[in-house]
């Protein structure tokens, strides 16, 4: 004689097996919002080294050049502190290398850059051309966002009798190049991040 199964033992099993689906529904919802997670730190930690990046290669292709604000020009080739409209500390100089194959472009290979925190956005200014036009505005790229601080120091050899006694100062406005650049912000993701750099001395 065979025997079936009895309605409480199905609505066990069916109870079993639901409970094992949300269970595994919950396992597989948590390693998708995981994965998440990760390529959303991911991206952010990229963006930050692809922001590295730029300042490396901006302040170690600056030159000692001064540029024309207003139609007036500007003694300092490097202006640190509270500038262009900065939030907090920035920093604009004039920067040499600026790709120009055969010089098929009509513009130099030096390129006027700035960076300034606005809106805790971290941002790089650029213009075509070293010595605008008045009433020009320069292009903006933002390279971070979430920055709640932005110093800037420069280290010179002014009142120091050799580079070792060299101190950092929290602005600049030289007609030379300082000896190194300090560029330090903070960053919700990742913290405080300071990064410091050599500058050459070649005048154009």
């Given at each position: 004689m065979q025997r079936g199964f009895t309605l409480i033992e199905i609505l066990i099993a069916m109870a079993i097996f639901t409970l094992i689906g949300l269970?595994?529904?919950?396992?597989?919802?948590?390693?998708?919002?995981?994965?998440?997670?990760?390529?959303?730190?991911?991206?952010?930690?990229?963006?930050?080294?692809?922001?590295?990046?730029?300042?490396?290669?901006?302040?170690?292709?600056?030159?000692?050049?001064?540029?024309?604000?207003?139609?007036?020009?500007?003694?300092?080739?490097?202006?640190?502190?509270?500038?262009?409209?900065?939030?907090?500390?920035?920093?604009?100089?004039?920067?040499?290398?600026?790709?120009?194959?055969?010089?098929?472009l009509p513009r130099s290979t030096l390129q006027y850059v700035a960076y300034r925190l606005r809106d805790n956005k971290l941002e790089r200014l650029y213009s075509t051309y070293v010595d605008n036009v008045i009433g020009y505005e320069p292009k903006i790229r933002v390279l971070l966002e979430d920055i709640d601080g932005f110093k800037v120091e420069f280290k010179t050899s002014q009142g120091s009798k050799n580079e070792a006694e060299a101190k950092w100062n929290e602005s600049y406005q030289g007609s030379v190049l300082p000896l190194a650049v300090a560029v330090e912000f903070v960053s919700r993701d990742f913290g405080t991040i300071r990064r410091e750099f050599t500058l050459t001395t070649s005048v154009q």
């Open positions: 269970a595994s529904t919950g396992l597989l919802t948590t390693v998708i919002d995981s994965n998440d997670i990760s390529e959303e730190r991911f991206h952010k930690l990229q963006a930050l080294q692809r922001a590295v990046t730029t300042i490396e290669r901006d302040l170690q292709q600056a030159v000692a050049r001064s540029i024309r604000v207003d139609g007036e020009k500007r003694e300092a080739v490097m202006a640190g502190g509270k500038v262009d409209g900065s939030d907090d500390d920035g920093i604009g100089f004039v920067r040499g290398g600026w790709h120009n194959p055969q010089q098929m």
